[in-house]
C-alpha cells in the first residue's frame, strides 16, 4: 500500500463547478501537507499548504486536512478552463511525499 | 527573482551510458532537493542537499548521486542508464532546511529519454 493515496482521474467538469480533490495517506508521521499544480511540461507549482488539521483559504482554493481520519482535500471553487492541470498532494515528515496527481479538466 | 533553472531541458542517451543534471536554486535558497517523476511510479524523492550535504535519501540505487556547491548549484548523476531511467527529473530549492517543505519550488525539470 503506497503511503498517499490519490485518484488519478481524469476529472471532467463544466466552467464554474466546483471541484474537490481529495488524498488519503497512511503515516500519522505526516505533519505538513501541501496541494501542488502541474501543467503540462511543467514543474510543479506550490499551490497551498497547511499545518497539521483544519481549513486554509486562499481566493478560489480551499485545503483542508484531517488528521484523525488520514483525509486532505482541495476544492477549487468557480473553475476556469485555466485551472486544467494536474494536481498533485504532497505531505511530508522528513521528506516530502507526493500522490499520483489527479488530471483535471475544465472546459467551457 | 530568478525561478529554479535546469540544464538541459532534454536529453536523450543510450543503456549503459552516465548522465549529469545541472540545477540552480532561486538566489539565497540553500536547501535542493531532486525528483524522478514516471507516468507509473508519479513523483518520488530521489535526495535534498542542504549546504553541501547530503541530508536525506530516497530508495534509488546508488547509480544515482548527487552533489551541492558552495554556491548552492547541485548536480544529479545517473550511471549505467537503463531504460527505466526514462523520466523527468525535477530539482526544487527551498530557503532553509526540510523543516520547511513546504516552501518548495520546482524547476521545469530535465526529460531524460534512454534508448
Known amino acids: 500500500q503506497k503511503e498517499v493515496e490519490q485518484d488519478p482521474g481524469p476529472l471532467s467538469v463544466p466552467e464554474g463547478a466546483i471541484v474537490s480533490l481529495n488524498c488519503t495517506y497512511s503515516n500519522s508521521a505526516f505533519q505538513y501537507f501541501m496541494w501542488y499544480r502541474q501543467y503540462s511540461r511543467k514543474g510543479p507549482e506550490l499551490l497551498m499548504y497547511?499545518?497539521?488539521?483544519g481549513n486554509k483559504e486562499d481566493g478560489r482554493f480551499t485545503a483542508q486536512v484531517d488528521k484523525s481520519s488520514k483525509y486532505i482535500s482541495l476544492f477549487i471553487r468557480d473553475s476556469q478552463p485555466s485551472d486544467s492541470a494536474t494536481y498533485l498532494c504532497?505531505?511530508?515528515?522528513?521528506?516530502?511525499?507526493f500522490g499520483a496527481g489527479t488530471r483535471l479538466a475544465v472546459h467551457p | 527573482k530568478a525561478g529554479v533553472t535546469q540544464t538541459p531541458r532534454y536529453l536523450i542517451k543510450t543503456r549503459g551510458q552516465q548522465v549529469t543534471l545541472s540545477c540552480s536554486p532561486i538566489?539565497?535558497?540553500?536547501?535542493v532537493s531532486w525528483y524522478q517523476q514516471t507516468p507509473g511510479q508519479g513523483l518520488q524523492f530521489l535526495f535534498e542537499y542542504f549546504s553541501e550535504t547530503q541530508r536525506n535519501k530516497g530508495n534509488f540505487p546508488g547509480r544515482f548521486s548527487g552533489r551541492q556547491f558552495s554556491n548552492s548549484r547541485s548536480e544529479m548523476n545517473v550511471s549505467t542508464l537503463e531504460l527505466g531511467d526514462s523520466a523527468l527529473y525535477l530539482c526544487a530549492s527551498a530557503t532553509q532546511d526540510r523543516l520547511a517543505q513546504e516552501t518548495q519550488y520546482f524547476g521545469p525539470g530535465t526529460r531524460l529519454l534512454v534508448l
Open positions: 497547511t499545518y497539521s488539521s
Open positions: 504532497a505531505m511530508s515528515a522528513d521528506k516530502l511525499i
Open positions: 538566489s539565497g535558497h540553500r536547501s
